[in-house]
């Protein structure tokens, strides 16, 4: 009990640090301009032409780095990125201590899932400055093929796109009763501010719920029809959205809700609890 115990502080010593809050706060500027570029493609594909570039978080890092100091600024989000990776899984470790029973597990599995998100974004985010491997929805197509040729793989790519539909459905849900507002400070907001952090996460949550929760069906059926072009993320979902009846302005809802979202993270920079 007593090592428990000491392994605990050690984790809640670290999540105390200065320095992982300040790098975890520049993360959710990184996280934020990620999100615009990303709104930024889903808007070309809306009405245009993305430029060849994925519509998904690698052909939004993609953009940046082709900017002036694009490659750098790709460094400086993997280092915020893992930052708040390492802040995350202290939270699903030790954290969340303020809520009870049910809720704190609830909490920190969410901690433990958002771990794995940032340490995506930190991974893509290297890729990118290295110029390493092909785009994120190849990968993932490449990788659904591989799954369906072995046995089970169809059931695993489909219960993946179940589990994919499911996170897009608690994404909505999650933003349409701004149930991330316990997450901010929103104490030290004046009226103004917590109005609109409030409106720029619901519409942000929501837009990220609709993306993912068509990018799960897809893969599903993906799993269904054996194929595996169905299944390349965000970017297929995009796609599949914008070629439907009033699709483009639809699409163009959700680029705008995902542009929220980038400015929410700015927000959460300086107001999320860390």
Not at 115 to 133: D, E, Q
Request: hydrophobic share 50%; net charge positive; proline share 1%.
């Amino acid at each position: 009990m007593s090592l428990t115990r000491n392994a605990e502080a050690t984790a809640s010593q670290a999540a105390n640090s200065r320095w992982l809050e300040l790098l975890a706060r520049a993360g959710f500027i990184g996280y934020g301009v990620v999100h615009l570029l990303f709104a930024w493609l889903a808007l070309q594909i809306a009405f245009g032409d993305s430029g060849g570039k994925d519509g998904d978080q690698t052909g939004a890092l993609s953009t940046l780095a082709e900017q002036p100091m694009g490659k750098f600024l790709c460094v400086a989000i993997a280092v915020g990125m893992l930052a708040m990776a390492i802040w995350q899984a202290l939270e699903a470790a030790v954290g969340h201590r303020t809520e009870r029973g049910r809720e704190r597990l609830f909490e920190r599995i969410a901690s433990a899932a958002r771990t794995l998100v940032y340490l995506y974004f930190a991974w893509t985010a290297w890729k990118v400055f290295s110029n390493a491997g092909s785009s994120g929805a190849d990968q993932q197509e490449a990788l659904t093929g591989k799954l369906m040729e072995s046995g089970g793989g169809r059931l695993l790519v489909g219960l993946a796109g179940l589990v994919l539909a499911a996170v897009g459905v608690g994404l909505v849900i999650y933003g349409w009763k701004k149930k991330f507002r316990k997450h901010l400070k929103t104490g030290e907001m004046d009226a103004h501010t917590r109005t609109l952090a409030l409106r720029l996460g619901m519409a942000g949550y929501v837009a990220k719920g609709v993306a993912y929760g068509i990018a799960g069906l897809l893969v599903v059926v993906a799993a269904v029809n054996y194929d595996p072009e169905k299944a390349r993320g965000l970017d297929a979902a995009l796609r599949t959205l914008r070629d439907q009846s009033y699709g483009p302005f639809l699409l163009a809802l959700v680029a705008l809700g995902i542009a929220c979202f980038g400015v929410y993270c700015f927000l959460q920079s300086r107001y999320r609890k860390v």
